[in-house]
């Protein structure tokens, strides 16, 4: 079982950076693929980013590519999402996932049913 925890959300104008975290507990956290997702208000959960195991690979929606990052730090249980460039479009909860499918080339999952656990999200806010 793992417990994920977010915060860092806020609000901050466009243009801006932010940084949300992701606190996990259990002991088996090195071991899975991390993924961030958010959801805007009347639209479906979308994917944002993944992490393998151990950080090193990455996965990004276009959407967010080159603007956002996802890292881990397996020793502090901890999966961050720094956010730059921010738009109102990124406005939405954030939520952290955890244990997502990986296939057999590597590859990490992205939809919402391919991840175990989640927590309760945070909001972010991009003004315009």
């Known amino acids: 079982q793992v417990q994920l925890v977010e915060s860092g959300g806020g609000l901050v104008q466009a243009g801006g950076s932010l940084r949300v975290s992701c606190a996990a507990s259990?002991?088996?956290?090195?071991?899975?693929?991390m993924g961030w997702f958010r959801q805007a208000p009347g639209k479906e959960r979308e994917f944002v980013a993944a992490?393998?195991?151990?950080?090193?690979?990455?996965y990004y929606a276009d959407s967010v590519k080159g603007r956002f990052t996802i890292s881990r730090d397996n020793a502090k249980n901890t999966v961050y999402l720094q956010m730059n460039s921010l738009k109102p479009e990124d406005t939405a909860v954030y939520y952290c996932a955890a244990d997502g499918a990986v296939d057999e080339s590597g590859a990490m999952g992205y939809r919402p049913d391919e991840y175990r656990y989640w927590g309760q999200g945070t909001q972010v806010t991009v003004s315009s």
């Open positions: 259990g002991r088996t956290f090195s071991d899975y693929t």
């Open positions: 992490i393998n195991w151990s950080g090193g690979s990455t």
